[in-house]
Nanobody
Framework: QVQLVESGGGLVQAGGSLRLSCSAS????????MGWFRQVPGKEREFVAA????????YYGDSVKGRFTISRDNAKNTVYLQMNGLKPEDTAVYYC???????????????WGQGTQVTVSS
């Protein structure tokens, strides 16, 4: 089992920045790949970014490329999502997931956090 806890969400004006954190505990070596997804009511969970165990592989969703950066500190069992140039359409609940391989599909992640709300005002 892996437990994930997101933090860092909040309210920010358009053009601003936020950094989300996802702290992992438990058998993290069994699910080394980490990803960020987001979801708004009535829509499917959308891929945002993913990173492999050694940070060699990173993927980004088209809507966040060039604005968001995923990183991780394995010594702290924490994954980060630095979000710059935020837009109102980035408003969503952001979830981190842990899985065996670095993929863009939410089905590839075995464990999820409870989510953190990000609201971007115009």
């Amino acid at each position: 089992q892996v437990q994930l806890v997101e933090s860092g969400g909040g309210l920010v004006q358009a053009g601003g920045s936020l950094r989300l954190s996802c702290s992992a505990s438990g058998r993290t070596n069994s699910s080394p790949a980490m990803g960020w997804f987001r979801q708004v009511p009535g829509k499917e969970r959308e891929f945002v970014a993913a990173i492999s165990w050694r940070s060699i592989i990173t993927y980004y969703g088209d809507s966040v490329k060039g604005r968001f950066t995923i990183s991780r500190d394995n010594a702290k069992n924490t994954v980060y999502l630095q979000m710059n140039g935020l837009k109102p359409e980035d408003t969503a609940v952001y979830y981190c997931g842990a899985g065996r391989t670095t993929v863009r599909a939410s089905a590839g992640y075995d464990y999820w956090g409870q989510g953190t709300q990000v609201t971007v005002s115009s």
